[in-house]
T-cell receptor
Framework: DAGVTQSPTHLIKTRGQQVTLRCSPKSGHDTVSWYQQALGQGPQFIFQYYEEEERQRGNFPDRFSGHQFPNYSSELNVNALLLGDSALYLC????????FGYGYTFGSGTRLTVV | GQNIDQPTEMTATEGAIVQINCTYQTSGFNGLFWYQQHAGEAPTFLSYNVLDGLEEKGRFSSFLSRSKGYSYLLLKELQMKDSASYLCAADNQGGKLIFGQGTELSVKP
């Protein structure tokens, strides 16, 4: 049974560019959450998608947007990249029926470097 | 405000016991998680506490006191492979996890 799959694993972008990161949730999971983890820090909540809608959002600017598709997969888009956006981006999926936090499964992340 | 505090670094000896403390302050609370994260890898689930008390799972135990906003993770019979970052996270509401900065544990021979 495949877990959470994220692509790409690594990415280098230039300041001002736009980037799209992708996540396929674990089988049976319908909720996807995105986190940003800067080096040496804990993950910070960006937003959560359920039933193709943004359900909750953390303290991130509108440059960060997302989407969830009917098959529950999700994309994270970041516009006008800044050097400070360099981080590990983690996707976590969970089944809605068990209490969202408990069933969390994290993907291995996408390492984004902005130069 | 919302805040999770845990020590930045800890060092322990192989075979010993180590306790990693975490204090939290959140506007909502649905439980406290501990995750292990090796460098460059995804966080992996260790434990979940929603009621006061101790939860034991093999070499790992986790304790929660909701009234004190306090939790700890206890690792027994330390092994070299336990060297990793340990993340404390509070489920604020509906699966939004608030993480601490992580405790980098180094296990020495």
């Amino acid at each position: 049974d495949a877990g959470v799959t994220q692509s790409p694993t690594h990415l280098i972008k230039t300041r001002g560019q736009q980037v799209t990161l992708r996540c396929s949730p674990k089988s049976g999971h319908d909720t996807v959450s995105w986190y940003q983890q800067a080096l040496g820090q804990g993950p910070q909540f960006i937003f959560q998608y359920y039933e193709e809608e943004e359900r909750q959002r953390g303290n991130f600017p509108d440059r960060f947007s997302g989407h969830q598709f009917p098959n529950y997969s999700s994309e994270l888009n970041v516009n006008a990249l800044l050097l400070g956006d360099s981080a590990l981006y983690l996707c976590a999926s969970s089944p809605s029926g068990t209490g969202f936090g408990y069933g969390y499964t994290f993907g291995s992340g996408t390492r984004l470097t902005v130069v | 405000g919302q805040n999770i505090d845990q020590p930045t670094e800890m060092t322990a000896t192989e075979g010993a016991i180590v306790q990693i403390n975490c204090t939290y302050q959140t506007s909502g609370f649905n439980g406290l998680f501990w995750y292990q994260q090796h460098a460059g890898e995804a966080p992996t689930f260790l434990s979940y506490n929603v009621l006061d008390g101790l939860e034991e799972k093999g070499r790992f135990s986790s304790f929660l006191s909701r009234s004190k906003g306090y939790s700890y993770l206890l690792l027994k019979e330390l092994q070299m492979k336990d060297s990793a970052s340990y993340l404390c996270a509070a489920d604020n509401q509906g699966g939004k996890l608030i993480f601490g900065q992580g405790t980098e544990l180094s296990v020495k021979p």
